[in-house]
């Protein structure tokens, strides 16, 4: 198999260090806007090579893997199903654009492209996929930070929100799923998979809390539906590399990523 991986910051580089030790695959091309980080992690790897486009390397490429930002996974993923390539996107908010969004299913429905996105750092999506084949009443998504995890977010400088300054837990954000996507781009992705998994984003509602004393990032799945109902709790540790990012993310993109290319879906 062959591996074009498009961010090569903290999430990017660990998945392409855990395809370099896997036999299945062959090669994996680099991409990123800041170039000597794809030239520094390539130096790292026995199967990198560094790469200027996406689209030249579509022609010789068996998986794309968006690890960027939104924009870039808007870009990328829909390029890369126009030409039937599989794609594993991990800025998962882009698709909360509605249109843009079902035209994207659409064409890879089109073009047979696989589309494969991580549960990322939150339990609970498999309870929520079966859930769906039934009615749904209410979904919700408690969210706790610290205000490092939570630093240099526009939304909040814009509000001025200063994370520095609370000594108590606080919410900070209270709304839909659709608005906590666009204003927490970085730091909320979770939220965008359980809506897309669940009953969307207009129906799923989030909080976001700030607590001061946080050493963890804290995601609570609240499920009511037909079957029943359901609380998730994960605490996260922050990843060493990108405290806006848990850890778990990283895993789970690594444990998706072995899961497609070993073709065993166990838990599906």
């Known amino acids: 198999m062959r591996i074009t991986i498009v961010g090569c910051g903290s999430i990017g580089s ?16 680099l991409l990123d806007v800041q ?6 992690l390539a130096a790292t ?25 939104q924009e870039a996974a808007k870009e990328v993923a829909m390029m890369t199903v126009n030409r039937g390539v599989d794609i594993m996107i991990m800025s998962v908010g882009a698709l909360v654009d509605d249109e843009y969004r079902e035209a994207f299913f659409d ?18 999506t498999d309870v929520l996929r079966a859930a769906h084949i039934d009615e749904i009443e209410s979904v919700e998504l408690i969210t706790t930070k610290g205000p490092k995890s939570l630093a240099h977010v526009k939304y909040l400088e814009d509000n001025h929100i200063d994370v520095t300054k609370y000594d108590s837990p606080t919410v900070i954000y209270n709304g839909t799923a659709r608005e906590a996507v666009k204003d927490f781009p970085q730091n909320i992705n979770v939220a965008a998979t359980v809506s897309l ?12 809390v700030l607590d001061p004393a946080a050493t963890v990032n804290s995601h609570e799945l609240r499920i009511r539906g037909a079957f029943g109902e359901t609380v998730c709790h994960t605490d996260n540790k922050p990843s060493p590399d990108n405290p806006k990012t848990s850890y778990l993310a990283s895993l789970s993109a690594e444990a998706a990523l072995k899961r497609i290319i070993r073709k065993q879906y166990i838990g599906i």
């Open 14 to 29: 660990k998945l392409a260090k855990f395809a370099d030790g896997m036999e299945e695959v062959k090669r994996i091309y």
């Open 35 to 40: 170039k000597k980080l794809a030239e520094d």
């Open 45 to 69: 790897l026995n199967k990198g090579i560094v790469v200027d486009s996406v689209e030249d390397e579509l022609y010789h490429c068996d998986l794309v893997i968006e690890a960027a930002s």
């Open 107 to 124: 064409k890879a429905k089109q073009t047979a492209a696989k589309i494969y996105i991580p549960s990322g750092a939150i339990a609970g």
């Open 197 to 208: 998994l669940g009953i969307g984003f207009d129906r799923t509602h989030v909080k976001i």
